[in-house]
């Protein structure tokens, strides 16, 4: 029987392939990561200043699409991990962290195209000064637990507190989520609310709707 023949309609491919490989390998050996794992593959155009790289933790097998940005705008006073990605993780294009504090991802999570993660976010009550001259938020932390799923453009935003997605939960697609979320749980909406979580005793996916957890 003859093995099926691989096609590629880009006839560029192994080229993007062996220059993706390449970026992949220097962004490994050149940058002061606290951390970085095997298999590490980032495409050449994703954002990772290298001043703040040491302020990152990532595992292996870790998957950056096109335009993926890693960032902690705030150089942090104290010498801490700030962004921290488990092993097996997978980013879509456009994804971005922005951490001040801290936001961890535990292995095996794969984020959709356009998502969002930030531990802080603007400052906006004072009406006598433009939202641009307020500064940010203190902020908090997130932590995305193994096994998680966010869908397109998605945002995770955090202004205080601890932020928790509990494993295997399901962030659908276009969802604000600011408050935590149960283990095996299926949020949508902006807010995001629960709509469908795993029933342990029962032992079946059952509908439910309500509001999400209390910040931590």
Request: glycine fraction near 10%; charged fraction near 20%.
């Amino acid at each position: 029987m003859r093995k099926p023949q691989m096609s590629f309609e880009d006839p560029f491919y192994w080229i993007a392939r062996a220059i993706r490989k390449v970026h992949s390998l220097w962004l490994t050996w050149t940058y002061p990561f606290a951390s970085i794992g095997h298999h590490f593959s980032a495409h050449p155009s994703c954002d990772i200043r290298r001043a703040v790289s040491g302020y990152m933790k990532i595992g292996n097998s870790v998957l950056l699409e096109r335009n993926v940005r890693l960032d902690v705008p705030l150089v942090p006073t104290r010498n801490e991990l700030v962004i921290l990605i488990g092993d097996g993780c997978v980013f879509g294009q456009r994804a971005t962290i922005l951490a001040i504090n801290r936001v961890q991802i535990e292995q095996n999570s794969i984020f959709a195209p356009s998502v969002l993660i930030t531990d802080h976010n603007h400052e906006f009550e004072d009406v006598t000064l433009p939202i641009r001259d307020q500064g940010g938020t203190k902020g908090g932390t997130v932590r995305i637990e193994e096994g998680c799923w966010v869908g397109f453009g998605s945002a995770i935003v955090c202004s205080q507190g601890e932020l928790v997605i509990g494993r295997n939960s399901v962030v659908g697609a276009n969802s604000l989520v600011t408050r935590s979320i149960p283990p095996y749980s299926v949020v949508t909406g902006n807010p995001a609310r629960v709509v469908k979580h795993f029933d342990s005793e029962r032992g079946e996916w059952v509908l439910g709707s309500g509001p999400l957890s209390p910040k931590r």
